[in-house]
């Protein structure tokens, strides 16, 4: 019986399966279909000539919902709310989420709901949840009647207070389903039970867009699934890094918003957990960005504050950083002659030059090519042909225009080298602003653009040790085989913490028994349930908070004192400061629940046999700091156990290319990692 | 020369330190304003007090302009009495601050060969400096000793040695100095990791490679602003704004602006700005280039670094004793009232040079909005504190954006979470509302404001305000009209209270339980003329509820039927629209008393048909730029050739309107210039 992992993009659809006798992995690429993604995951499963029935569970990531957002193709979304308040939506915390610092003509996004769509309905509530105006039915059924009659394909209810009292927003979302059964509804509530009505608001409206069109594909997905023969639930990834099924991501489409690079983070902490490498910092480079996450003892930063586009979703995510350099990020002139490379890209079409596709402009990859780090006679995830010509021309043309006379090859190196400065920064950022020197942390490089650049990279920050590991350019779908089963809960109370105790162990009370009923109605007894509690802390005065994990579900008491203790301890690493002895207040109680999955056996790695000749392609000239050097080119596959690499060496595999520049020396492991060092000069 | 790589490398290097910065701060700050509302801007600059690099987006220019002035100052004071180890403190408006609340700590680097280097410098927003209020700043201010400690440039850290009398005198003085003292430390640790980040890449690069790379990019950044700049039409051009001032009549201050366009550059002369005033709308010599500044890279330059080559081709004349130039002891608390008003004047200035492709007018200031009093819970004094945004204006080819920062500004949260503020303070939030038909109409309309009732539900509370355009509203351009002005208000008992006589100045109004405060942000001005606004587009505005449909008949000439356009009954409500409107003949006459902003001798007939008498504004429509405001100061018999509209202007008036003497010109009332509590 197979695992299998799909990771649905906007130009490939990945796939990863595991024989989960043997321990085998399988990888293919097909090209993905904006709007029928369903049709690619069937034609993957075919190229990996698996039949649905040897599939015992299917785990797939999926930028949908993402792309309706970003593309605006949504449904239409009335929204509901408190009287007084139905412009709050578009009104926020009147920020401009957009860079538009001293550009005059600057257009503020408008929310995905409109005016004329935004209807009220008469109830009011307290701070404290209390009922000051009674929901008055009448007010509900006129709204509703409009929000239908305005041709609405999804109601938002958004109420104040609802986060304490959902009582408003049920009974709104009853008298919805009785009058309009076919209307899916999103409760605020229901979507984040956390205070601070804009950003809940935001984000309930968001899954109340997303509802219908991820509810068609993951029907369409399951019932083709099932006439291939597949007997079981398909399970989608969360932007949290676990999964959900398909009845909870039908419900709350939003969660799965910033998925997309949640799957190569999972796997990374399942490698670095058998190679022992518990602090690392994921890199992965793909053809139009280049995605960093910090990962400390095994447990990636997280975070509940994200943005897409310019609109707030409070759902949690892996706190990732972004950088608009790829593969195919252009190499271009400003008006005043400065050489940058991105964040425009030459895409998937019309791509690099050297894909001969079409593109003129030359990018990251053109250069690489240039300087022979691609080779041309090597084919790229198997198909394209490289155009090594082509790419020459593009750079030689580009120099031509610089302004300076430099050899095409030191040219190349440039691109290369500013794309690398950007991700330079990236990486340094993310690491201070939790307090860390990312010199204490190794380097795991996947994408299909990482392992090319990640030693040099490392090298620039100082990083010693670079980890890439197999599969690298299939990486995000091997990943999804390997999360667990996850829901995320949070209830808002505020309040001083000493006074708080009991109303905190009530809220985990009623988050567990919730909890374990979903995941029994998933399948998962009790021994395979794990429920994780936390709060969220600050100082009294503050207006946001440290999450400070507070142990496993269960417990009848909270430790005060710890949970204090820790908080401080933690305040001291992110800020340089605490105040012991200052009044901590609650903010959010939450209850993390896994379902556990087996997880693919951990099987040795088996390399080839044979000697290091044996896995020579080629000799070729590769250009380090503006010389040629002649270079081996190692085919990974056939690379022996505890093979070591000396620089300038090159890696190529199906999917990626590991670029080893003198002075680096390389070994694989016993897992079949590459592990690299900074060779130290005497 | 350095090779356009390096030049690169270290260009990512330098913004990605002053990023660094900012993370730092953030980390380490102990004031929730800093951490939070990330008040604050890091910078480096050079021994030449240039600024070498910020990072664009998240760093104030209003913070980061003026450091060129203290650092200036500091160069004054000491002169090459600045040796390595030393660390200097500024927030003195006079010498190049902003106002007090804003320290400046500037951390002087030298290179191996001994000159001054490339350097951090941080400027950040205490919480309090001491002075009359709580938060330091206050509209009652008419001395500047009333707003905080003064901190001319000192050195706070002699080689290594902190100045430790200096620092208790300081923070002595201030409230909260637990938290001052950690912000202090905060800055200084922020500048340490600079520091080592520039030794880094001193190390790996060379400090003369870092140099020239520092040059070349001032280089081309002023070579871009040149290259812009030679693409205006030459000349000089006048333009005037004001601020709000007076008791019982409008009396206000004026900021009048002359842009010299000479080549490659510009020269932008502040004379005949008001004299400074007792009260807080004052600043230093610092924050009027800023403005300036903020207009000319927006319309000429987004794009590019900020860096101090950009200001090369910019000279900014600040006539000492004005509003944009104060001596001591003028409180300077109002300083963003006042680049504001300078980016008003500027922008109409330089729409003249740019033939009107500027955008509609903004909000014109802070808006800032203070409800204090005892909490009935605690006793404690709590202070409910909100700023709210208003709409950007219309530009050539876009409408403005509704309640939101303006691209002058950075990008901060201006309203709390409600569900935050009824936890916190003794009010509810009754309503958050978009301000309908607030957006100011054209072919381009202004972006909306809004308005947010809060119900005062304790005794003993009060209302401060301090705004601007809360009588004079945000202009259109290009024949667009103004946006809705700022207000700020009372409902009591159902009746209207307003809090002030002069709308927008509001100290310590006394509240009621059960009073309503009504806060309504202004909208942005409008672009070209709402009668060649695209019908689909009125139509559009009226189904979402922006515009009403009387505002789409009375302004837009747009008559609907079931929501569309009735395309002839539009066209023949524009036609009688357009024959209606009222012209008058302008003639070049003698310059008149300025007391009261420009003076305009409006013939009697005019006067009558305006509705208008002595003291009221007018405003006279300019197709191809901002509207000239005139104060009527007297009605002129009928003169000319049996011409009795007509309007009698100074030489540089009819020169802001571009046109020649004679001519029609369309005019407008704006207000009666009565002000009534």
Same mark, same amino acid.
């Given at each position: 019986?197979?695992?299998?992992?799909?990771?649905?993009?906007?130009?490939?659809?990945?796939?990863?399966?595991?024989?989960?006798?043997?321990?085998?992995?399988?990888?293919?690429?097909?090209?993905?279909?904006?709007?029928?993604?369903?049709?690619?995951?069937?034609?993957?499963?075919?190229?990996?000539?698996?039949?649905?029935?040897?599939?015992?569970?299917?785990?797939?990531?999926?930028?949908?919902?993402?792309?309706?957002?970003?593309?605006?193709?949504?449904?239409?979304?009335?929204?509901?709310?408190?009287?007084?308040?139905?412009?709050?939506?578009?009104?926020?915390?009147?920020?401009?989420?957009?860079?538009?610092?001293?550009?005059?003509?600057?257009?503020?996004?408008?929310?995905?709901?409109?005016?004329?769509?935004?209807?009220?309905?008469?109830?009011?509530?307290?701070?404290?949840?209390?009922?000051? *105006?009674?929901?008055?039915?009448?007010?509900?059924?006129?709204?509703?009647?409009?929000?239908?009659?305005?041709?609405?394909?999804?109601?938002?209810?958004?109420?104040?207070?609802?986060?304490?009292?959902?009582?408003?927003?049920?009974?709104?979302?009853?008298?919805?389903?009785?009058?309009?059964?076919?209307?899916?509804?999103?409760?605020?509530?229901?979507?984040?039970?956390?205070?601070?009505?804009?950003?809940?608001?935001?984000?309930?409206?968001?899954?109340?867009?997303?509802?219908?069109?991820?509810?068609?594909?993951?029907?369409?997905?399951?019932?083709?699934?099932?006439?291939?023969?597949?007997?079981?639930?398909?399970?989608?990834?969360?932007?949290?890094?676990?999964?959900?099924?398909?009845?909870?991501?039908?419900?709350?489409?939003?969660?799965?918003?910033?998925?997309?690079?949640?799957?190569?983070?999972?796997?990374?902490?399942?490698?670095?957990?058998?190679?022992?490498?518990?602090?690392?910092?994921?890199?992965?480079?793909?053809?139009?960005?280049?995605?960093?996450?910090?990962?400390?003892?095994?447990?990636?930063?997280?975070?509940?504050?994200?943005?897409?586009?310019?609109?707030?979703?409070?759902?949690?995510?892996?706190?990732?950083?972004?950088?608009?350099?790829?593969?195919?990020?252009?190499?271009?002139?400003?008006?005043?002659?400065?050489?940058?490379?991105?964040?425009?890209?030459?895409?998937? %079409?019309?791509?690099?030059?050297?894909?001969?596709?079409?593109?003129?402009?030359?990018?990251?990859?053109?250069?690489? *090519?240039?300087?022979?780090?691609?080779?041309?006679?090597?084919?790229?995830?198997?198909?394209?042909?490289?155009?090594?010509?082509?790419?020459?021309? @593009?750079?030689?043309?580009?120099?031509?225009?610089?302004?300076?006379?430099?050899?095409?090859?030191?040219?190349?190196?440039?691109?290369?080298?500013?794309?690398?400065?950007?991700?330079?920064?990236?990486?340094?950022?993310? %690491?201070?602003?939790?307090?860390?020197?990312?010199?204490?942390?190794?380097?795991?490089?996947?994408?299909?653009?990482?392992?090319?650049?990640?030693?040099?990279?490392?090298?620039?920050?100082?990083?010693?040790?670079?980890?890439?590991?197999?599969?690298?350019?299939?990486?995000?779908?091997?990943?999804?085989?390997?999360?667990?089963?996850?829901?995320?809960?949070?209830?808002?109370?505020?309040?001083?913490?000493?006074?708080?105790?009991? *109303?905190?162990?009530?809220?985990?009370?009623?988050?567990?028994?919730?909890?374990?009923?979903?995941?029994?109605?998933?399948?998962?007894?009790?021994?395979?349930?794990?429920?994780?509690?936390?709060?969220?802390?600050?100082?009294?005065?503050?207006?946001?908070?440290?999450?400070?994990?507070?142990?496993?579900?269960?417990?009848?008491?909270?430790?005060?004192?710890?949970?204090?203790?820790?908080?401080?301890?933690?305040?001291?690493?992110?800020?340089?400061?605490?105040?012991?002895?200052?009044?901590?207040?609650?903010?959010?109680?939450?209850?993390?629940?896994?379902?556990?999955?087996?997880?693919?056996?951990?099987?040795?790695?088996?390399?080839?046999?044979?000697?290091?000749?044996?896995?020579?392609?080629?000799?070729?000239?590769?250009?380090?700091?503006?010389?040629?050097?002649?270079?081996?080119?190692?085919?990974?596959?056939?690379?022996?156990?505890?093979?070591?690499?000396?620089?300038?060496?090159?890696?190529?595999?199906?999917?990626?290319?590991?670029?080893?520049?003198?002075?680096?020396?390389?070994?694989?492991?016993?897992?079949?990692?590459?592990?690299?060092?900074?060779?130290?000069?005497? | 020369?350095?090779?356009?790589?390096?030049?690169?490398?270290?260009?990512?290097?330098?913004?990605?330190?002053?990023?660094?910065?900012?993370?730092?701060?953030?980390?380490?700050?102990?004031?929730?304003?800093?951490?939070?509302?990330?008040?604050?801007?890091?910078?480096?600059?050079?021994?030449?007090?240039?600024?070498?690099?910020?990072?664009?987006?998240?760093?104030?220019?209003?913070?980061?302009?003026?450091?060129?002035? #203290?650092?200036?100052?500091?160069?004054?004071?000491?002169?090459?009495?600045?040796?390595?180890?030393?660390?200097?403190?500024?927030?003195?408006?006079?010498?190049?601050?902003?106002?007090?609340?804003?320290?400046?700590?500037?951390?002087?680097?030298?290179?191996?060969?001994?000159?001054?280097?490339?350097?951090?410098?941080?400027?950040?927003?205490?919480?309090?400096?001491?002075?009359?209020?709580?938060?330091?700043?206050?509209?009652?201010?008419?001395?500047?000793?009333?707003?905080?400690?003064?901190?001319?440039?000192?050195?706070?850290?002699?080689?290594?040695?902190?100045?430790?009398?200096?620092?208790?005198?300081?923070?002595?003085?201030?409230?909260?100095?637990?938290?001052?003292?950690?912000?202090?430390?905060?800055?200084?640790?922020?500048?340490?990791?600079?520091?080592?980040?520039?030794?880094?890449?001193?190390?790996?690069?060379?400090?003369?490679?870092?140099?020239?790379?520092?040059?070349?990019?001032?280089?081309?950044?002023?070579?871009?602003?040149?290259?812009?700049?030679?693409?205006?039409?030459?000349?000089?051009?006048?333009?005037?704004?004001?601020?709000? @001032?007076?008791?019982?009549?409008?009396?206000?201050?004026?900021?009048?602006?002359?842009?010299?366009?000479?080549?490659?550059?510009? /020269?932008?002369?502040?004379?005949?700005?008001?004299?400074?005033?007792?009260?807080?709308?004052?600043?230093?010599?610092?924050?009027?280039?800023?403005?300036?500044?903020?207009?000319?890279?927006?319309?000429?330059?987004?794009?590019?670094?900020?860096?101090?080559?950009?200001?090369?081709?910019?000279?900014?004349?600040?006539?000492?004793?004005?509003?944009?130039?104060?001596?001591?002891?003028?409180?300077?608390?109002?300083?963003?009232?006042?680049?504001?008003?300078?980016?008003?004047?500027?922008?109409?200035?330089?729409?003249?040079?740019?033939?009107?492709?500027?955008?509609?007018?903004?909000?014109?200031?802070?808006?800032?909005?203070?409800?204090?009093?005892?909490?009935?819970?605690?006793?404690?004094?709590?202070?409910?504190?909100?700023?709210?945004?208003?709409?950007?204006?219309?530009?050539?080819?876009?409408?403005?954006?509704?309640?939101?920062?303006?691209?002058?500004?950075?990008?901060?949260?201006?309203?709390?979470?409600?569900?935050?503020?009824?936890?916190?303070?003794?009010?509810?939030?009754?309503?958050?509302?978009?301000?309908?038909?607030?957006?100011?109409?054209?072919?381009?309309?202004?972006?909306?404001?809004?308005?947010?009732?809060?119900?005062?539900?304790?005794?003993?509370?009060?209302? %401060?305000?301090?705004?601007?355009?809360?009588?004079?509203?945000?202009?259109? *351009?290009?024949?667009?009209?103004?946006?809705?002005?700022?207000?700020?208000?009372?409902?009591?008992?159902?009746?209207?209270?307003?809090?002030?006589?002069?709308?927008?100045?509001? #100290?310590?109004?006394?509240?009621?339980?059960?009073?309503?405060?009504?806060?309504?942000?202004?909208?942005?001005?409008?672009?070209?003329?709402?009668?060649?606004?695209?019908?689909?587009?009125?139509?559009?505005?009226?189904?979402?509820?922006?515009?009403?449909?009387?505002?789409?008949?009375?302004?837009?000439?747009?008559?609907?039927?079931?929501?569309?356009?009735? /395309?002839? @009954?539009?066209?023949?409500?524009?036609?009688?629209?357009?024959?209606?409107?009222?012209?008058?003949?302008?003639?070049?006459?003698?310059?008149?008393?300025?007391?009261?902003?420009?003076?305009?001798?409006?013939?009697?007939?005019?006067?009558?048909?305006?509705?208008?008498?002595?003291?009221?504004?007018?405003?006279?429509?300019?197709?191809?730029?901002?509207?000239?405001?005139?104060?009527?100061?007297?009605?002129?018999?009928?003169?000319?050739?049996?011409?009795?509209?007509?309007?009698?202007?100074?030489?540089?008036?009819?020169?802001?309107?571009?046109?020649?003497?004679?001519?029609?010109?369309?005019?407008?009332?704006?207000?009666?210039?009565?002000?009534?509590?």
């Amino acid at each position: 019986m197979f695992i299998v992992g799909i990771d649905v993009g906007g130009t490939f659809t990945d796939l990863t399966a595991v024989d989960d006798a043997t321990g085998r992995v399988v990888v293919t690429k097909v090209p993905s279909e904006p709007r029928n993604e369903a049709a690619a995951v069937l034609a993957g499963l075919e190229a990996l000539g698996i039949a649905g029935r040897d599939v015992r569970r299917l785990v797939h990531g999926t930028t949908v919902g993402t792309n309706a957002v970003l593309e605006r193709r949504g449904a239409r979304v009335a929204i509901l709310t408190t009287a007084g308040f139905r412009d709050l939506i578009e009104i926020g915390r009147t920020k401009r989420n957009i860079p538009a610092l001293f550009v005059p003509t600057f257009v503020r996004p408008k929310p995905v709901v409109e005016r004329k769509h935004r209807f009220e309905v008469v109830e009011r509530l307290a701070a404290d949840g209390a009922v000051l *105006v009674a929901l008055d039915a009448t007010s509900v059924e006129r709204a509703l009647d409009a929000a239908a009659a305005s041709g609405a394909e999804a109601l938002a209810v958004c109420l104040l207070h609802a986060y304490l009292n959902p009582a408003h927003e049920r009974a709104v979302a009853d008298l919805a389903k009785g009058r309009y059964p076919r209307l899916p509804v999103s409760c605020s509530a229901d979507v984040v039970a956390e205070y601070r009505e804009f950003e809940r608001f935001s984000t309930t409206v968001l899954n109340a867009y997303l509802q219908p069109i991820m509810d068609g594909y993951l029907a369409g997905l399951e019932e083709r699934l099932r006439a291939t023969g597949y007997a079981h639930g398909v399970l989608t990834i969360a932007s949290s890094g676990g999964t959900m099924t398909t009845e909870t991501a039908r419900r709350l489409p939003i969660k799965t918003i910033f998925s997309g690079p949640a799957g190569g983070v999972s796997q990374a902490c399942f490698v670095g957990e058998v190679a022992g490498v518990r602090d690392f910092i994921t890199y992965d480079m793909g053809g139009t960005s280049t995605d960093v996450c910090l990962v400390r003892d095994l447990a990636p930063l997280t975070t509940s504050d994200g943005m897409l586009g310019a609109f707030p979703v409070k759902v949690p995510q892996l706190d990732m950083h972004s950088v608009g350099a790829g593969g195919g990020s252009l190499a271009w002139l400003d008006v005043d002659g400065s050489l940058k490379v991105g964040p425009r890209s030459a895409g998937a %079409s019309p791509g690099p030059v050297a894909y001969g596709l079409g593109g003129t402009e030359p990018t990251v990859t053109d250069a690489n *090519v240039v300087l022979g780090r691609i080779g041309a006679r090597k084919r790229l995830g198997g198909r394209i042909a490289i155009d090594a010509a082509g790419a020459l021309r @593009a750079v030689a043309e580009l120099g031509t225009r610089v302004g300076r006379a430099m050899t095409v090859e030191a040219l190349a190196e440039g691109i290369v080298t500013i794309a690398v400065a950007r991700m330079t920064s990236a990486i340094r950022e993310i %690491s201070i602003q939790r307090g860390h020197d990312p010199r204490d942390f190794t380097l795991i490089a996947f994408g299909g653009a990482g392992p090319m650049h990640a030693l040099a990279l490392a090298q620039e920050i100082g990083i010693p040790r670079v980890l890439v590991p197999r599969h690298p350019g299939n990486f995000s779908a091997l990943g999804l085989l390997a999360s667990q089963i996850k829901h995320d809960d949070v209830r808002t109370r505020v309040g001083p913490l000493r006074e708080q105790r009991g *109303v905190a162990l009530e809220l985990f009370g009623q988050m567990e028994v919730a909890a374990r009923h979903q995941l029994a109605l998933e399948g998962f007894a009790a021994h395979e349930q794990r429920l994780v509690r936390s709060l969220d802390l600050r100082y009294h005065g503050q207006a946001f908070e440290l999450n400070v994990a507070v142990g496993e579900a269960g417990a009848h008491d909270l430790d005060l004192d710890a949970i204090e203790a820790a908080f401080h301890r933690q305040h001291l690493g992110a800020y340089g400061h605490s105040s012991p002895g200052a009044a901590i207040e609650l903010v959010n109680a939450r209850l993390t629940a896994y379902g556990l999955v087996p997880r693919p056996s951990g099987a040795r790695y088996r390399g080839a046999g044979g000697s290091l000749d044996g896995a020579l392609v080629e000799r070729r000239t590769v250009w380090f700091d503006g010389a040629p050097h002649d270079c081996p080119v190692w085919e990974r596959e056939r690379l022996p156990e505890r093979a070591s690499l000396a620089g300038p060496a090159i890696v190529e595999e199906f999917g990626a290319t590991t670029i080893l520049p003198p002075g680096w020396g390389g070994a694989v492991d016993a897992h079949g990692n590459l592990r690299f060092e900074r060779e130290t000069r005497a | 020369m350095i090779d356009p790589i390096t030049l690169e490398v270290l260009r990512e290097a330098l913004v990605s330190i002053v990023r660094e910065m900012r993370v730092t701060l953030v980390r380490t700050a102990y004031s929730s304003i800093l951490y939070e509302g990330e008040d604050f801007s890091c910078v480096l600059m050079d021994g030449r007090a240039q600024i070498v690099a910020m990072s664009k987006g998240q760093d104030h220019p209003l913070h980061i302009v003026p450091v060129g002035w #203290s650092m200036r100052a500091v160069r004054e004071k000491f002169g090459d009495d600045i040796h390595p180890g030393d660390i200097f403190l500024h927030n003195e408006p006079y010498t190049g601050g902003t106002h007090l609340n804003d320290v400046a700590m500037i951390y002087p680097l030298f290179s191996p060969d001994g000159g001054m280097f490339v350097f951090p410098v941080v400027r950040a927003h205490w919480g309090d400096v001491g002075g009359m209020s709580p938060g330091s700043l206050s509209g009652r201010a008419t001395e500047i000793f009333q707003e905080g400690v003064r901190i001319p440039p000192i050195r706070i850290v002699d080689r290594g040695r902190p100045n430790d009398a200096a620092l208790d005198l300081i923070f002595s003085n201030m409230r909260g100095p637990r938290e001052r003292r950690g912000d202090f430390q905060a800055m200084l640790g922020t500048c340490r990791k600079a520091a080592e980040r520039i030794e880094e890449l001193v190390g790996r690069y060379g400090s003369a490679t870092i140099r020239d790379a520092v040059a070349e990019l001032m280089d081309r950044a002023e070579g871009r602003m040149r290259h812009a700049i030679r693409g205006l039409r030459a000349g000089d051009y006048v333009y005037e704004a004001h601020l709000e @001032a007076g008791t019982e009549r409008l009396e206000p201050l004026t900021v009048r602006a002359k842009v010299t366009v000479a080549g490659d550059t510009i /020269t932008v002369d502040l004379a005949g700005t008001s004299p400074q005033t007792l009260g807080p709308t004052n600043v230093g010599p610092a924050m009027a280039p800023t403005g300036a500044f903020t207009i000319i890279k927006s319309f000429l330059d987004p794009g590019a670094d900020v860096n101090s080559g950009a200001f090369r081709p910019l000279t900014v004349i600040t006539p000492p004793g004005t509003i944009v130039n104060a001596n001591p002891p003028a409180p300077c608390g109002g300083m963003v009232e006042v680049k504001y008003c300078v980016e008003s004047a500027v922008m109409g200035a330089l729409a003249q040079a740019l033939d009107g492709k500027i955008a509609g007018d903004l909000k014109g200031g802070g808006n800032h909005c203070y409800v204090g009093g005892p909490h009935p819970r605690t006793g404690e004094t709590f202070i409910f504190y909100e700023y709210p945004a208003g709409g950007t204006g219309g530009f050539d080819g876009g409408d403005g954006s509704n309640t939101v920062r303006a691209w002058t500004e950075s990008d901060m949260t201006t309203l709390q979470p409600i569900e935050a503020v009824e936890q916190l303070y003794p009010v509810r939030i009754e309503r958050t509302a978009l301000r309908e038909d607030s957006g100011g109409p054209g072919r381009w309309r202004g972006g909306l404001g809004l308005t947010r009732e809060v119900r005062i539900q304790t005794t003993g509370a009060q209302l %401060s305000v301090l705004a601007e355009k809360a009588v004079l509203p945000p202009f259109g *351009v290009c024949g667009g009209r103004a946006g809705a002005t700022n207000r700020f208000w009372v409902r009591r008992h159902g009746e209207r209270v307003q809090p002030s006589s002069l709308p927008g100045k509001v #100290s310590a109004f006394p509240l009621e339980p059960g009073d309503v405060l009504l806060m309504e942000s202004s909208g942005g001005g409008g672009f070209g003329d709402p009668l060649e606004r695209d019908p689909a587009r009125v139509a559009a505005d009226v189904g979402e509820g922006y515009v009403t449909a009387g505002t789409a008949e009375t302004l837009y000439g747009v008559v609907l039927r079931k929501g569309e356009p009735d /395309t002839a @009954a539009t066209a023949a409500r524009r036609a009688w629209l357009r024959a209606t409107r009222m012209h008058v003949r302008v003639v070049a006459g003698a310059e008149l008393d300025g007391q009261s902003g420009r003076g305009v001798r409006l013939g009697a007939e005019a006067a009558t048909r305006l509705g208008v008498s002595p003291g009221a504004v007018i405003e006279f429509v300019n197709p191809h730029g901002a509207p000239l405001r005139a104060w009527v100061a007297s009605l002129a018999a009928a003169s000319g050739a049996g011409h009795s509209l007509v309007a009698e202007l100074a030489p540089v008036a009819l020169r802001m309107l571009g046109v020649a003497d004679g001519s029609e010109v369309e005019v407008r009332a704006l207000h009666t210039g009565v002000l009534t509590a």
